[in-house]
């Protein structure tokens, strides 16, 4: 007889064990309480609109990804290299456009004469590029463990470009306010972003997971499942008790521990506010104490994501700025994200729908200064779990944590 394992959780980590585990011969069985798979990478049909669950994109960079995905296949487009910041100044408003000046080289020049900010600082930004992409990934987590901010500004930028530029990039990747993020992440993610592409597949972001589910093979998903972890061999499905030669936990059963939460607000829009295919930065994020980290529109990349004649806003909000500010309501949200966009776009803001308002508690896992971060997944000896709490908050630490732990599994059942 074949051996047989659970899978409690039809995530991504949970959905890239399985398959390693099927590709190696196991009877494996996972089991959901929702109704989708993917977790938090889900994406919903409303009048026309894909609206993900959350801003996301796809990293071309992360190297399990790359052999995990085949982005043509998905149907993938990118973002431009990049970013928009805007700012008011003196009841003026002004949006720069900084490209990146490896990719895009003439723009580059041009963002360097925009008097965005000094020379000095965007040649700290290519040198940063530099850095970052050299040798091995294993140099990432080589160096020191402070915080985001205090390696930013050792590095000699000034504190009008962490707080216009980066803090509002980083803060809505990193689900937080104040760039406490280890500078470990911090490097990972801004190799990753010199290295690569931020996409979205033409069908949403849950089409991502959906590819592994298709691989793996639905037959072997049971969604709508009431299903409780009892001990390393046992699992109870629907009050029935079920025993396996071994159960893998592929979710996070202390999300409490974390306060990474996020507000995004979609809208129905007659056009695009933006004249580029960038993710807009709100540079007053922190220094003017406003609530709006960045705006995209998914449209713009993909025109899957609205109804012909359409365009899909999607504006992120750091659950710990609304906290910051007081803010924790839709309706307060909702009011505050609109009279930001109003100050940036005028009237035309009057004549977008809003199409949802989301609210994710716990979205990332913490991983703060002197978190001891490294390139490999933590494991747990006596028991299996996987996902991105296991490594870092990214598709690239839950595929990696998978991959580790669909290891564990197969050398414990030989």
């Given at each position: 007889?074949?051996?047989?394992?659970?899978?409690?959780?039809?995530?991504?980590?949970?959905?890239?064990?399985?398959?390693?585990?099927?590709?190696?011969?196991?009877?494996?069985?996972?089991?959901?309480?929702?109704?989708?798979?993917?977790?938090?990478?889900?994406?919903?049909?409303?009048?026309?609109?894909?609206?993900?669950?959350?801003?996301?994109?796809?990293?071309?960079?992360?190297?399990?990804?790359?052999?995990?995905?085949?982005?043509?296949?998905?149907?993938?487009?990118?973002?431009?290299?990049?970013?928009?910041?805007?700012?008011?100044?003196?009841?003026?408003?002004?949006?720069?456009?900084?490209?990146?000046?490896?990719?895009?080289?003439?723009?580059?020049?041009?963002?360097?004469?925009?008097?965005?900010?000094?020379?000095?600082?965007?040649?700290?930004?290519?040198?940063?590029?530099?850095?970052?992409?050299?040798?091995?990934?294993?140099?990432?987590?080589?160096?020191?463990?402070?915080?985001?901010?205090?390696?930013?500004?050792?590095?000699?930028?000034?504190?009008?470009?962490?707080?216009?530029?980066?803090?509002?990039?980083?803060?809505?990747?990193?689900?937080?306010?104040?760039?406490?993020?280890?500078?470990?992440?911090?490097?990972?993610?801004?190799?990753?972003?010199?290295?690569?592409?931020?996409?979205?597949?033409?069908?949403?972001?849950?089409?991502?997971?959906?590819?592994?589910?298709?691989?793996?093979?639905?037959?072997?998903?049971?969604?709508?499942?009431?299903?409780?972890?009892?001990?390393?061999?046992?699992?109870?499905?629907?009050?029935?008790?079920?025993?396996?030669?071994?159960?893998?936990?592929?979710?996070?059963?202390?999300?409490?521990?974390?306060?990474?939460?996020?507000?995004?607000?979609?809208?129905?829009?007659?056009?695009?506010?933006?004249?580029?295919?960038?993710?807009?930065?709100?540079?007053?994020?922190?220094?003017?104490?406003?609530?709006?980290a960045h705006v995209a529109v998914p449209?713009?990349?993909?025109?899957?994501?609205?109804?012909?004649?359409?365009?899909?806003?999607?504006?992120?909000?750091?659950?710990?700025?609304?906290?910051?500010?007081?803010?924790?309501?839709?309706?307060?949200?909702?009011?505050?994200?609109?009279q930001e966009l109003r100050d940036w776009?005028?009237?035309?803001?009057?004549?977008?729908?809003?199409?949802?308002?989301?609210?994710?508690?716990?979205?990332?896992?913490?991983?703060?200064?002197?978190?001891?971060?490294?390139?490999?997944?933590?494991?747990?000896?006596?028991?299996?779990?996987?996902?991105?709490?296991?490594?870092?908050?990214?598709?690239?630490?839950?595929?990696?944590?998978?991959?580790?732990?669909?290891?564990?599994?197969?050398?414990?059942?030989?």
């Amino acid at each position: 007889m074949g051996q047989n394992v659970a899978i409690i959780g039809a995530g991504i980590a949970g959905l890239k064990c399985a398959l390693l585990l099927k590709e190696s011969g196991i009877d494996v069985q996972v089991f959901d309480r929702q109704a989708h798979v993917g977790g938090r990478m889900v994406t919903e049909r409303v009048n026309g609109f894909l609206i993900d669950q959350g801003f996301h994109v796809m990293q071309t960079a992360y190297p399990t990804s790359q052999r995990t995905f085949d982005f043509e296949s998905l149907g993938a487009q990118s973002f431009e290299p990049g970013a928009l910041v805007v700012k008011k100044r003196k009841n003026k408003v002004k949006i720069w456009r900084l490209a990146d000046p490896f990719r895009r080289p003439f723009q580059g020049v041009m963002s360097g004469l925009s008097g965005f900010t000094s020379p000095f600082n965007l040649l700290r930004v290519a040198l940063l590029r530099s850095k970052v992409r050299k040798g091995s990934l294993s140099n990432v987590y080589s160096e020191g463990d402070d915080t985001s901010e205090n390696w930013l500004l050792e590095r000699g930028f000034s504190s009008s470009m962490v707080d216009e530029f980066f803090h509002p990039l980083f803060s809505g990747i990193f689900l937080e306010n104040e760039l406490r993020t280890s500078e470990r992440m911090f490097r990972f993610v801004f190799r990753m972003m010199s290295k690569g592409d931020m996409i979205l597949p033409r069908e949403g972001i849950a089409a991502a997971p959906l590819s592994l589910a298709d691989s793996l093979g639905f037959e072997r998903i049971h969604l709508n499942s009431d299903v409780q972890h009892i001990d390393d061999f046992t699992i109870s499905i629907n009050d029935e008790q079920q025993n396996f030669d071994a159960v893998v936990r592929a979710y996070n059963p202390h999300r409490e521990e974390s306060n990474r939460h996020v507000w995004t607000l979609h809208f129905d829009a007659p056009k695009s506010p933006l004249k580029s295919k960038h993710i807009l930065l709100n540079g007053n994020v922190k220094t003017k104490n406003q609530l709006i980290a960045h705006v995209a529109v998914p449209s713009d990349i993909q025109p899957s994501y609205a109804p012909q004649g359409r365009s899909l806003v999607t504006v992120t909000v750091v659950g710990e700025a609304a906290q910051n500010l007081g803010i924790s309501s839709e309706s307060e949200i909702q009011s505050k994200t609109v009279q930001e966009l109003r100050d940036w776009f005028g009237s035309q803001v009057d004549t977008w729908g809003l199409l949802a308002v989301q609210h994710i508690e716990h979205a990332l896992p913490e991983i703060s200064a002197d978190s001891g971060l490294s390139m490999n997944p933590k494991i747990r000896k006596n028991s299996f779990e996987c996902g991105d709490h296991m490594m870092h908050g990214s598709l690239e630490g839950a595929l990696l944590s998978a991959e580790k732990t669909a290891q564990q599994v197969l050398e414990s059942l030989t």
